[in-house]
């Protein structure tokens, strides 16, 4: 199994790891919470890392089946799952300091700029890998 494939698991394994964890700080928030409501993030961070983990997998499969060289396969993997793990991280953090509105109101270079990154390294990575399975599977 190459490496690009073991990497994609181990992300979906973390990824469904930190997805349940998330979903016991949900808990605990809701019980708490007068309105019996999780802060937002941390339904939001509970919700992508369980989305993620699934994303992980499927990207894993879809290599299997990739004509490109490890290390190109590698790269076009570990880019998305790197802001995939961002992402829920960010959620994360902002969950447990009780932030209410959205990250997007103040504009800074994380929000403008890294989105961009964001957006270009995920779909980007992810075209990839969907495109190397149509060129073996179907062309």
């Not at 007068?34 to 369980?50: F, G, S």
């Not at 793990?85 to 447990?96: C, E, M, N, Q, R």
Request: hydrophobic share 55%.
């Amino acid at each position: 199994m190459i490496f690009a494939v073991k990497l994609c698991l181990l992300c979906a394994g973390l990824f469904l790891w930190v997805g349940l964890l998330t979903g016991i700080l949900k808990y605990k928030a809701m019980m708490v919470s007068e309105n019996q409501r999780a802060p937002i993030y941390i339904d939001v961070a509970h919700r992508a890392a369980l989305m993620y983990s699934f994303a992980a997998l499927v990207m894993a499969q879809l290599l299997i089946y990739s004509p490109y060289s490890a290390t190109f396969q590698l790269w076009i993997a570990a880019v998305p799952l790197f802001f995939f793990a961002v992402s829920i991280a960010t959620y994360i953090k902002l969950g447990l300091q009780g932030q209410t509105r959205s990250q997007f109101s103040d504009k800074n270079f994380t929000t403008t700029w890294g989105m961009w990154a964001l957006i270009v390294g995920e779909v980007g990575g992810v075209s990839m890998i969907v495109l190397g399975f149509v060129q073996t599977q179907f062309v």
